[in-house]
């Protein structure tokens, strides 16, 4: 079975754009959770869908902002990008909501010029 | 608010000893906490997960402790191998329906050394 896929893999943006990231979760899974990972830390909680609804958020700004699909995949946008957004955009899946392990993929670095 | 401490950045060991990384927590009382080993530019992959009824979980040759008196976990690698090299994170979800997501340590950089 595939795992969680995370489009694309690297992305090179200049501030003030935006940006929108992609996530498949795992066949089965309806739970997508997003994180950011700065270099040196661990993961930082950004949002979680389940059912295509909104269960969880983060403390992010209003420039983030994600959905999740009838198919449960999903995406993150972030707008106006700042230099503090350059980190790895970590995708997790889970059959539902956080009393499961989570599925990570391979991330996306995002790297803002 | 909820601070969650890897006992260090960078932890040595020589192969074939046991590996022991320590999780200390403040200010909540979590139902459960995990275990997560992250390679370099790659997401993490979890390990183990430990319920605050459980004193001790065990998965081949790793070993989970949680106190949750003294609000801390340890983490085992017996019979380490340079293999084990990674970085390991707890997590805990401190909200238990996922409100907040799970909250992650900073980490421990484990190096096996052949």
Redesign the interface.
């Known amino acids: 079975d595939a795992g969680v896929t995370q489009s694309p893999t690297h992305l090179i943006k200049t501030r003030g754009q935006q940006v929108t990231l992609r996530c498949s979760p795992i066949s089965g899974h309806k739970s997508v959770s997003w994180y950011q990972q700065v270099l040196g830390q661990g993961p930082q909680f950004i949002f979680q869908y389940y059912e295509k609804e909104e269960r969880g958020r983060g403390n992010f700004p209003d420039r983030f902002s994600a959905r999740q699909f009838p198919n449960y995949s999903s995406e993150l946008n972030v707008n106006a990008l700042l230099l503090g957004d350059s980190a790895l955009y970590l995708c997790a899946s889970s059959l539902a909501v956080f009393y499961n392990e989570q599925f990570f993929g391979p991330g996306t670095r995002l790297t803002v010029l | 608010s909820q601070k969650?401490e890897q006992n260090s950045e960078a932890l040595n060991i020589q192969e074939g000893k046991t590996a022991t990384l320590t999780c200390n927590y403040t200010n909540y009382s979590p139902a459960y906490l995990?275990w997560?080993r992250q390679d370099p530019?790659?997401?993490?992959?979890?390990l183990l997960?430990i319920r605050e009824n459980e004193k001790e979980k065990r998965k081949e040759r790793l070993k989970v402790t949680f106190d949750t008196t003294l609000k801390q976990s340890l983490f085992h690698i017996t019979a380490s191998q340079p293999a084990d090299s990674a970085t390991y994170?707890c997590?805990l979800?401190i909200?238990?329906?996922?409100?907040?997501?799970?909250?992650?340590?900073?980490?421990t950089h484990l190096i096996i050394q052949p």
């Open positions: 969650i995990q997560y530019g790659r997401g993490p992959v979890f997960l994170l997590a979800d909200s238990g329906g996922g409100a907040d997501g799970l909250t992650f340590g900073k980490g």
